[in-house]
Structures are given as structure tokens and as C-alpha cells.
């Protein structure tokens, strides 16, 4: 089995487009849709979603909950979602680091081998980009190397700035 750093690829673009076995969405608690790539998810997926998700009853900071891709090329999206920056003494790290774990056992128990994320957190709610970057490579290193989990993860970056931080973190671990 291949360690983690070999097991993760970076990507530029919209995660809406990527024909993968599971996409994670940034959501808000409600999981009724919202701005960012929670939006461009909704939109791309088709009122289908709504619905579903309509019938989970929320989810919670630092949890995940999984639908259909409708419309998507993915087979399935999972809905996780993120802690709101508050300078860094509320537990953010922790709540994040949940999202990137409790994400992963999902796809996993739904059998999916290629899994895309978002860079969570880091749009409307403020997470530094440098620190979120660091906990989303270590936490997805961490699982894959203790479960032995056999899935390509892609870490979705929507610009070539977000793309080199994920390089840097990568690299790192690497090395480590
Ligand atoms: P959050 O509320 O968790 O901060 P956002 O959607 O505001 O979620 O932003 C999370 C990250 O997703 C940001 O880095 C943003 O640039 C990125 N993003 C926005 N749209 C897309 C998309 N279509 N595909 C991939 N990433 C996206």
C-alpha cells in the first residue's frame, strides 16, 4: 500500500466538474444550500439535492452527512461543515480536523476510492488559508496511513495560490 504523500493529488478548478466517486461540500449547518461552492454545488446538482438534504435534518460543526450527485459526474456529495473563524480559540482546529476525518470515514464506508475536497473554511468563514491548508494535508495524511484507506483524495483548490500552499503542505509531509 502506497503512503499518503503518493495517495494525494492537487487539482485547480471547480469541484463541480470532477467526475470522481465523491465530492465533500463546504455547507452550513442548515444543508440547504448557501453561497460558495456550497452554491456552485446546489446549482450544478439540481433541485434533487435540496430535497434530499432537506430530509437530514442539519448537520452539525466538525460533521458530515452524504447524498446523491444528482446531476453531478460525482456519485455522491458529502455534506460537511466547517467552523467559522473566531481567531482561533473556539476549537476551529479541532472542528476542522473533524471535517477532513468524519468526511473520509463516510466515503469510505460508501466504498468510494477518489474523493475531492473544497478548501474548507476558508471563504466566507474566514479560516486562515496557511492553517487550514496544514490541518486538512495532516489530518487526510494521518487516516489514510492508520486505516490503510485505499483512496486517491484531491485536494479541489480554486486558484493557483491555494494550489501552492497544498504543495508546500504536501511536500512536508513528504518529508516528515
Ligand atoms: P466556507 O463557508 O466553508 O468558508 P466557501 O464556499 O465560502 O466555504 O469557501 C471554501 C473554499 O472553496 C474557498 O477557498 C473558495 O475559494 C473555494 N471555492 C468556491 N467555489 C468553488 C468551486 N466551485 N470549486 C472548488 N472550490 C471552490
Redesign the pocket.
Given at each position: 500500500m502506497s503512503k499518503a504523500p503518493d495517495r494525494i493529488r492537487i487539482h485547480v478548478g471547480?469541484?463541480?466538474k470532477l467526475d470522481v466517486d465523491v465530492i465533500v461540500n463546504?455547507a452550513?449547518s442548515s444543508l440547504l444550500g448557501g453561497?460558495?461552492?456550497?452554491g456552485?454545488i446546489h446549482r450544478a446538482a439540481g433541485r434533487e439535492l435540496e430535497s434530499e438534504c432537506r430530509m437530514l435534518n442539519g448537520c452539525k460543526v466538525g460533521d458530515a452527512k452524504i447524498t446523491k450527485g444528482y446531476k453531478l459526474p460525482t456519485r455522491y456529495v458529502i455534506h460537511t461543515v466547517?467552523p467559522v473563524w473566531q481567531g482561533g480559540g473556539r476549537g476551529e482546529a479541532e472542528l476542522l480536523a473533524s471535517c477532513y476525518r468524519k468526511s473520509l470515514e463516510l466515503a469510505a464506508a460508501n466504498d468510494c476510492r477518489t474523493v475531492a475536497f473544497?478548501?474548507?473554511?476558508?471563504?466566507?468563514?474566514r479560516?486562515p488559508k496557511d492553517e487550514a491548508t496544514d490541518i486538512a494535508v495532516g489530518t487526510i495524511g494521518t487516516f489514510i496511513d492508520e486505516k490503510n484507506m485505499p483512496a486517491t483524495v484531491i485536494f479541489?483548490c480554486?486558484?493557483e495560490q491555494?494550489a501552492q500552499l497544498y504543495q508546500r503542505a504536501v511536500a512536508a509531509l513528504r518529508e516528515a
Open positions: 471547480d469541484i463541480t463546504a452550513n453561497g460558495g461552492v456550497d456552485a466547517g473544497p478548501a474548507i473554511s476558508t471563504g466566507v468563514y479560516y479541489c480554486f486558484d491555494t
